[in-house]
């Protein structure tokens, strides 16, 4: 039995968890899986073909490794076995990245409702001790969100001290645990428990008397990056896991309603179409004992949608063009016809959202992957916003990407900083008064709307350092996190936004918040 949380981790981050999903989905949808040892091999081979698990690494021929994987999306409420037929099915959260939803805005929710007891936890070969009654990540955000703690935790104070100690969600317990957190910042490894090891010894094998943590700093790294996954938090520059400031408010909101528990983790398929239903839904009123026949066209639809997420993930894609149907018949081999009728009928609106897991990654790595960021600021800009977009950065002395509209006759320049917290210094905004802005000002075929910067975060200083610009130059500007760029993609097609508002939103002369979108 496992006395400490515990999560399952054949990947340690959750990017690639809907292509997973979609290989289950077009390999063992509505079919038995207990036992079926063909099944878990084909899986198995077909996680390896698509690159989402490392070839070679089965150690047995008994799709071992298959299992790992699907204990992995079990465990995130997004499949289940229905217990009339012993077949695999998705739940709605399931169904729901299927369909081209946002995976972070699904896998939010499932990680907030992630609990401790759940069917997984108290799975065969998981079993975590029947002490936690907890949810763990919304724990972490409430500890986050305390000013005693200096509004940060570490990995190793989250796998010493919060996933060993923190049982339940009482204010007794959470009051403990805080306690503990100052007291281990004081004194460290002497403040735990002199049979530390015996209490929470690894699961398999001996403590490693070279790396005596190991085995519960990998879980808490594990636990950041699931947090980290979800968008409201991220480690900032000293390694401190943070909220990031434009989703305090979120954070407060979540933590301001307490949910009820999910009952009866003991039944599995209650509680995982409890656990598994999606933000758009309360409950499952799916009738799933319906058996259906499997056509050649169907087995051809989930190839479909299995290549269609695959893509998504790389590349924002806001509709169905003749490139997207093109790409995705040179990877199924399947029938043009068959595929753009599928894609229109699946995914009208595209995927959007499911790139953007990648693209606030981006905005956080620094100047190693500037060029990348760049580039997909500019694919954003014309898939998400319907403008042109060039990438002009190599060109010297010039922003990263210069955007047009013909509906409203205007221009605009971009520049990323992959930065936690950006702040414009004096070259960056030498370049930005004497350079960019004079360039693009003058002789083009619009005349220049607003300047903007798109960063992770900013620094105190930045609506002071933007006016300073906008003043100078007596050009309209601005500073845009990457999560209020992300949230301005989602509401774009919902409040039925154009590139009038957009210039708007561009042209605060300030940084631009949650509230003005």
Same mark, same amino acid.
């Given at each position: 039995?496992?006395?400490?949380?515990?999560?399952?981790?054949?990947?340690?981050?959750?990017?690639?968890?809907?292509?997973?999903?979609?290989?289950?989905?077009?390999?063992?949808?509505?079919?038995?899986?207990?036992?079926?040892?063909?099944?878990?091999? *084909?899986?198995?081979? $077909?996680?390896?073909?698509?690159?989402?698990?490392?070839?070679?690494?089965?150690?047995?021929?008994?799709?071992?490794?298959?299992?790992?994987?699907?204990?992995?999306?079990?465990?995130?409420?997004?499949?289940?076995?229905?217990?009339?037929?012993?077949?695999?099915?998705? %739940?709605?959260?399931?169904?729901?990245?299927?369909?081209?939803?946002? !995976?972070?805005?699904?896998?939010?929710?499932?990680?907030?409702?992630?609990?401790?007891?759940?069917?997984?936890?108290?799975?065969?070969?998981?079993? &975590?001790?029947? =002490?936690?009654?907890?949810?763990?990540?919304?724990?972490?955000?409430?500890?986050?969100?305390? *000013?005693?703690?200096?509004?940060?935790?570490?990995?190793?104070?989250?796998?010493?001290?919060?996933?060993?100690?923190?049982?339940?969600?009482?204010?007794?317990?959470?009051?403990?645990?805080?306690?503990?957190?100052?007291?281990?910042?004081?004194?460290?490894?002497?403040?735990?428990?002199?049979?530390?090891?015996?209490? +929470?010894? !690894?699961?398999?094998?001996?403590?490693?008397?070279?790396?005596?943590?190991?085995?519960?700093?990998?879980?808490?790294?594990?636990? &950041?990056?699931?947090?980290?996954?979800?968008?409201?938090?991220?480690?900032?520059?000293?390694?401190?896991?943070?909220?990031?400031?434009?989703?305090?408010?979120?954070?407060?909101?979540?933590?301001?309603?307490?949910?009820?528990?999910?009952?009866?983790?003991?039944?599995?398929?209650?509680?995982?179409?409890?656990?598994?239903?999606?933000?758009?839904?309360?409950?499952?009123?799916?009738?799933?004992?319906?058996?259906?026949?499997?056509?050649?066209?169907?087995?051809?639809?989930?190839?479909?949608?299995?290549?269609?997420?695959?893509?998504?993930?790389?590349?924002?894609?806001?509709?169905?063009?003749?490139?997207?149907?093109?790409?995705?018949?040179?990877?199924?081999?399947?029938? $043009?016809?068959?595929?753009?009728?599928?894609?229109?009928?699946?995914?009208?609106?595209?995927?959007?959202?499911?790139?953007? %897991?990648?693209?606030?990654?981006?905005?956080?790595?620094?100047?190693?992957?500037?060029?990348?960021?760049?580039?997909?600021?500019?694919?954003?800009?014309?898939?998400?916003?319907?403008?042109?977009?060039?990438?002009?950065?190599?060109?010297?002395?010039?922003?990263?990407?210069? &955007?047009?509209?013909?509906?409203?006759?205007?221009?605009?320049?971009?520049?990323?900083?992959?930065?936690?917290?950006?702040?414009?210094?004096?070259?960056?905004?030498?370049?930005?008064?004497?350079?960019?802005?004079?360039?693009? =000002?003058?002789?083009?075929?619009?005349?220049?709307?607003?300047?903007? +910067?798109?960063?992770?975060?900013?620094?105190?200083?930045?609506?002071?350092?933007?006016?300073?610009?906008?003043?100078?130059?007596?050009?309209?500007?601005?500073?845009?996190?990457?999560?209020?760029?992300?949230?301005?993609?989602?509401?774009?097609?919902?409040?039925? +936004?154009?590139?009038?508002?957009?210039?708007?939103?561009?042209?605060?002369?300030?940084?631009?918040?949650?509230?003005?979108?």
């Amino acid at each position: 039995m496992l006395n400490y949380w515990w999560v399952t981790r054949p990947k340690r981050k959750l990017n690639s968890i809907p292509e997973v999903l979609s290989t289950f989905a077009e390999q063992a949808l509505d079919e038995e899986w207990q036992g079926q040892r063909d099944t878990h091999l *084909s899986l198995e081979e $077909a996680l390896e073909q698509a690159g989402l698990k490392r070839v070679g690494e089965r150690r047995d021929q008994t799709g071992g490794g298959a299992r790992i994987y699907k204990a992995w999306v079990s465990s995130l409420g997004l499949i289940f076995i229905q217990e009339s037929t012993g077949k695999l099915k998705l %739940t709605l959260a399931g169904e729901a990245i299927m369909a081209g939803e946002s !995976p972070v805005e699904v896998l939010k929710h499932q990680i907030l409702k992630y609990q401790f007891p759940s069917s997984f936890s108290l799975s065969r070969g998981v079993q &975590v001790s029947p =002490r936690f009654k907890i949810r763990p990540f919304r724990f972490l955000l409430r500890l986050l969100s305390d *000013s005693r703690l200096g509004y940060y935790l570490t990995e190793e104070e989250i796998a010493k001290i919060v996933i060993t100690e923190a049982e339940t969600e009482k204010d007794e317990c959470y009051e403990r645990i805080v306690n503990r957190l100052l007291q281990f910042r004081n004194y460290g490894d002497s403040c735990l428990s002199p049979d530390f090891f015996d209490l +929470y010894k !690894p699961s398999k094998g001996q403590v490693n008397p070279a790396y005596p943590f190991r085995h519960l700093t990998d879980i808490a790294n594990t636990i &950041v990056n699931w947090l980290e996954y979800t968008q409201l938090a991220k480690r900032n520059d000293d390694g401190q896991l943070v909220i990031l400031d434009d989703k305090r408010d979120e954070v407060q909101s979540i933590l301001s309603v307490t949910p009820p528990f999910i009952d009866r983790p003991e039944q599995h398929e209650y509680f995982q179409r409890k656990y598994g239903i999606d933000p758009k839904h309360t409950k499952d009123l799916r009738n799933l004992t319906a058996t259906r026949t499997v056509t050649h066209k169907m087995i051809a639809e989930q190839k479909i949608k299995q290549a269609f997420i695959s893509e998504s993930l790389k590349t924002p894609i806001g509709k169905i063009t003749t490139a997207i149907i093109d790409k995705i018949v040179d990877m199924t081999g399947i029938d $043009a016809q068959l595929v753009e009728e599928t894609l229109l009928r699946l995914y009208p609106r595209g995927a959007i959202g499911s790139f953007m %897991t990648e693209y606030f990654e981006m905005a956080f790595r620094g100047r190693d992957d500037a060029t990348e960021f760049e580039l997909a600021t500019v694919e954003l800009f014309k898939n998400a916003f319907d403008l042109r977009a060039e990438h002009i950065g190599p060109q010297g002395l010039t922003p990263d990407v210069l &955007v047009l509209s013909d509906q409203e006759g205007f221009i605009g320049i971009i520049d990323n900083k992959a930065y936690s917290k950006y702040a414009i210094s004096n070259d960056h905004r030498n370049r930005m008064v004497h350079n960019y802005i004079p360039r693009y =000002r003058s002789g083009q075929q619009y005349p220049l709307a607003f300047f903007g +910067y798109i960063s992770g975060g900013f620094g105190s200083s930045i609506n002071a350092q933007i006016k300073s610009i906008v003043d100078e130059t007596n050009v309209h500007g601005s500073a845009i996190s990457v999560s209020n760029v992300i949230k301005l993609v989602e509401l774009y097609p919902q409040r039925g +936004y154009n590139h009038a508002r957009l210039k708007d939103i561009l042209s605060l002369d300030r940084q631009v918040l949650l509230a003005d979108l």
